[in-house]
């Protein structure tokens, strides 16, 4: 199982990326899918979350700007980011808890895509 994360770039501010992550390989079944950031120098926070049943988390300093959402079908989970500003420059991490054997269930990142956001 593989969780790959897409969609980062530069963008002016107040400008929108929207990123995606996908699970591929044997996936039986997801559950908390989340987006961590990393801005340089800092430590990684938690940005947004959405369980099995669709319930979504924020933290404060996106809400009212960022939308998490997912397909189910296609194993993926998206983070909508509009109004970006400065302060949200950093390497986007996805993770998730994915059933990959019968009851094996493990917690999966993807690799980081990188989000650039000028003044």
């Known amino acids: 199982v593989q ?9 002016q501010a107040g400008g929108s990326l ?3 992550c996908a699970a591929s390989g044997s996936v ?14 800092k430590q990684r926070e938690l940005v947004a979350t959405i369980t099995s ?10 809400k009212g700007r960022f939308t998490i959402s997912r397909d189910n079908a296609k194993n993926t989970v ?9 302060e949200d420059t950093a390497v986007y991490y996805c993770r998730a808890l994915i059933n990959y054997e019968r009851t094996t269930w493990s917690t ?12």
């Open 3 to 11: 969780l790959q994360a897409f969609g980062g770039g530069l963008v």
């Open 18 to 20: 929207r990123l995606s």
């Open 28 to 41: 039986l079944g997801i559950r908390d899918m989340t987006w961590f950031r990393q801005a340089p120098g």
């Open 53 to 62: 049943g669709d319930t979504t988390n924020y933290v404060d300093s996106v």
């Open 78 to 86: 998206y983070l909508q980011m509009n109004s970006l500003k400065p």
């Open 108 to 119: 999966f990142w993807g690799q980081g895509t990188e989000v650039t956001v000028s003044s």
